[in-house]
């Protein structure tokens, strides 16, 4: 149950983004130990890195998932989707768009992307009004 009465909130769409997007990270570290021999070759270490990185954007995404919207949170949230997305967009690009991780990462990243820019409370729901200081 959505705690707004506003139709989307993207509150779901950040926490889906947010968890599929560590396991696409996670996966891709996961990689490195499989592709990569010796694992300390520059190589390697930049893959895992990638991984890394993927994972971070995953969990910004879940931080900002209950901030309200417009807030620095969520602005934070949208610009590191806005980084991955374009990383993503990169990486198919010079693949000549035939890797199918490229396209998950994508999805994944503009869904972060559109649930950080749309979604949350508005700030005046959640500033109530200011209570006079009570005396006793």
Do not use: C, K
């Not at 991984?51 to 949208?78: N, T």
């Not at 198919?92 to 768009?97: A, C, I, P, V």
Request: proline share 5%; net charge positive; no cysteine.
């Amino acid at each position: 149950m959505s705690p707004t009465t506003a139709s989307y909130t993207g509150h779901r769409a950040l926490t889906i983004a947010g968890f599929l997007t560590i396991a696409a990270g996670a996966m891709h570290l996961g990689i490195t130990f499989l592709a990569y021999r010796p694992i300390f070759r520059l190589e390697a270490l930049w893959f895992a890195g990638t991984g890394v990185a993927i994972m971070l954007i995953g969990a910004v995404m879940l931080l900002a998932r209950h901030a309200p919207a417009g807030s620095f949170d969520r602005w934070i949230a949208a610009t590191a989707s806005l980084a991955g997305l374009v990383i993503a967009v990169a990486y198919e690009l010079l693949n000549d768009w035939s890797e199918p991780r490229g396209y998950v990462q994508i999805a994944l990243f503009s869904m972060g992307l559109v649930a950080a820019l749309r979604g949350g409370r508005p700030v005046s729901d959640t500033v109530g009004p200011a209570e006079a200081p009570r005396r006793v």
